[in-house]
């Protein structure tokens, strides 16, 4: 039984490695901060005083919720048909004319 002890003690230092390493880097703390600025805007709504975020002044701010439904259609469409064992032909990008 020692060697299970010894074998979870070096899993815990791996994993608290990991989480160091995850708590270390800028890309985790900038989705923590989007997803904390979004919830604190759905909860409390828009700072007056905040300036505008790159793109907000000509954007239509319905859009954002236009193409969600779009998407969520075309995800469950897609995940109606995998479970009917008929998945959809995946087609290539459209490409862009040459100059």
């Known amino acids: 039984m020692a060697w299970a002890r ?3 003690q070096v899993y815990l230092r791996v994993e608290d490695q990991i989480v160091a390493r995850i708590l270390q880097s800028p ?3 900038h989705g923590v901060r ?3 600025r ?3 805007d759905f909860r409390y ?3 007056p005083h905040e300036p505008l975020r790159p ?3 000509t954007a239509d701010p319905r859009d954002g919720h236009e193409q969600a439904k779009t998407f969520f259609r075309y995800f469950f469409d897609e995940l109606k048909n ?3 064992g008929k998945p959809t032909d ?3 990008p459209p490409t862009t004319p040459k100059k």
Do not use: D, M, T, Y
């Open 34 to 36: 989007r997803i904390h």
């Open 90 to 92: 995946v087609r290539p």
């Open 82 to 84: 995998q479970l009917k």
């Open 6 to 8: 010894i074998l979870w």
């Open 38 to 40: 979004r919830v604190e």
């Open 45 to 47: 709504g828009r700072n």
């Open 55 to 57: 793109g907000e002044a």
């Open 27 to 29: 890309g985790f703390h």
